[in-house]
């Protein structure tokens, strides 16, 4: 992991305004010491076209800030379920040219998630049933095998980069939510759903402690959100 954890830093606009690029850049170059990442395997974790984020920016920053200098610099779409997305919708999801994509950002790999093919897939444990009874107190109960996209493994560091919102089906949107359900596999991915399905939305949204943060927890690349 990063060699000096830094505490959370944050950056609030001010009434009517927007955080500048400038701003950005100033974050990131707070959160991510460049030295923290020379010669370390980099793994951007990001949403697909289904949400909304300046996500092109927060690449371009991310990439300027130690994409040269780190040993590598990937993207994995958080799909969940979704439809794979094509070269030149991941290019347009990173706000990205076709020239630039060649040029600048050449070393650059992109993969998609691939919830459905085993073969993508490491089983990481079980959530036992335990503890989804407490969670769900006493209207579900059952052990939940967690398995992850196996390429979380080949990095030494995931950085998450999304929104956060309150969401339906796992509390909140962002940080560990982008690894499980999204790019998780098949059985973790469905409890989720079903589970917000039997709490209901009311038990759910914006709750923080729900099962996504016991599996997160497996995951033992170090995450930066």
């Avoid at 920053?61 to 990937?74: M, Y």
């Avoid at 993969?111 to 089983?123: Q, S, Y």
């Avoid at 973790?188 to 917000?196: A, D, E, I, M, P």
């Avoid at 914006?206 to 599996?215: C, D, E, L, S």
């Amino acid at each position: 992991m990063p060699q000096n954890p830094v505490p959370p830093i944050a950056r609030v606009a001010a009434p009517g305004k927007l955080l500048s690029d400038a701003d950005v850049v100033a974050l990131v170059a707070e959160a991510c010491p460049e030295a923290d990442y020379r010669g370390r395997r980099v793994l951007l974790i990001i949403p697909d076209h289904t949400r909304t984020a300046p996500v092109g920016l927060l690449f371009k920053t991310l990439f300027a800030r130690f994409g040269e200098v780190a040993a590598a610099f990937d993207i994995l779409t958080a799909l969940g379920t979704h439809a794979p997305m094509s070269e030149e919708a991941i290019r347009a999801r990173l706000e990205i040219t076709a020239e630039e994509r060649c040029g600048r950002y050449g070393r650059v790999r992109f993969f998609n998630h691939e919830w459905d093919n085993p073969a993508a897939l490491r089983h990481l444990g079980t959530i036992p049933a335990e503890e989804i009874r407490t969670l769900s107190d006493g209207l579900f109960s059952m052990d939940v095998p967690v398995t992850v996209n196996r390429r979380v493994d080949d990095y030494d560091q995931i950085v998450i980069v999304g929104p956060v919102f309150p969401h339906e089906v796992v509390g909140f949107s962002g940080g560990n939510k982008y690894l499980f359900p999204g790019v998780s596999g098949p059985e973790v991915l469905n409890f989720f759903h079903w589970l917000g399905a039997v709490i209901t939305t009311v038990g759910v949204i914006g709750h923080k402690w729900t099962p996504v943060h016991h599996a997160g927890a497996m995951v033992r690349t170090p995450k930066l959100c």
